[in-house]
T-cell receptor, first 114, second 112 residues
Framework: SQTIHQWPATLVQPVGSPLSLECTVEGTSNPNLYWYRQAAGRGLQLLFYSVGIGQISSEVPQNLSASRPQDRQFILSSKKLLLSDSGFYLC???WGSGYTDTQYFGPGTRLTVL | EDQVTQSPEALRLQEGESSSLNCSYTVSGLRGLFWYRQDPGKGPEFLFTLYSAGEEKEKERLKATLTKKESFLHITAPKPEDSATYLCAVLRFSQGAQKLVFGQGTRLTINP
């Protein structure tokens, strides 16, 4: 069966510090991968998605970047965090084939920027 | 632009008191509508996918229905363990990838 992992589970960082969040998927190959952010009291906002190694698409301009160094690994980064980067970050995956496959979410990372 | 609006924002029910949550959407050519359940501090858990108007799906005390403009999540005789935030999302495609546009969610509380 497929499993998605995210770490760390929680993170408190000062403004201006760098960020690296990791997401890995087990039990599948060539997944489509997604990063979402959920701000307090708001819905999920799609940040980045990837259909393959090294292929990253950004949905909104922002202070963050994403990379996919391996087939089942997706990384969210920032060089300098802003207060507005605080939120709950979720990674999700679907199978690469088929356009109506369900997105399955990871457990999330709670990021607080102080 | 695709939009998803959920109502109410919050709903408090007594155990056994049935109700419905609403998800209204505007999308050019619906390809799918998803319902998820999210517990505090956790990732969303998939519940249902609906693809066409008139479709219905059930799981335990939950039933999801779909019309051309909205979807309902009916909760029959809920229990305290049904307390969670329920999210709906519409499916669209862009640049070879499936993308979900989410509503704000309905926070459901079931009192014993």
């Amino acid at each position: 069966s497929q499993t998605i992992h995210q770490w760390p589970a929680t993170l408190v960082q000062p403004v201006g510090s760098p960020l690296s969040l990791e997401c890995t998927v087990e039990g599948t190959s060539n997944p489509n991968l997604y990063w979402y952010r959920q701000a307090a009291g708001r819905g999920l906002q799609l940040l980045f998605y990837s259909v393959g190694i090294g292929q990253i698409s950004s949905e909104v301009p922002q202070n963050l970047s994403a990379s996919r160094p391996q087939d089942r690994q997706f990384i969210l980064s920032s060089k300098k965090l802003l207060l507005s980067d605080s939120g709950f970050y979720l990674c999700a995956w679907t199978w690469g084939s088929g356009y109506t496959d369900t997105q399955y979410f990871g457990p999330g990372t709670r990021l607080t920027v102080l | 632009e695709d939009q998803v609006t959920q109502s109410p924002e919050a709903l408090r029910l007594q155990e056994g008191e049935s109700s419905s949550l609403n998800c209204s959407y505007t999308v050019s050519g619906l390809r799918g509508l998803f319902w998820y359940r999210q517990d505090p501090g956790k990732g969303p858990e998939f519940l249902f996918t609906l693809y066409s108007a008139g479709e219905e799906k059930e799981k335990e005390r939950l039933k999801a229905t779909l019309t051309k403009k909205e979807s309902f999540l009916h909760i029959t005789a809920p229990k305290p363990e049904d307390s969670a935030t329920y999210l709906c999302a519409v499916l669209r495609f862009s640049q070879g990838a499936q993308k979900l546009v989410f509503g704000q969610g309905t926070r459901l509380t079931i009192n014993p």
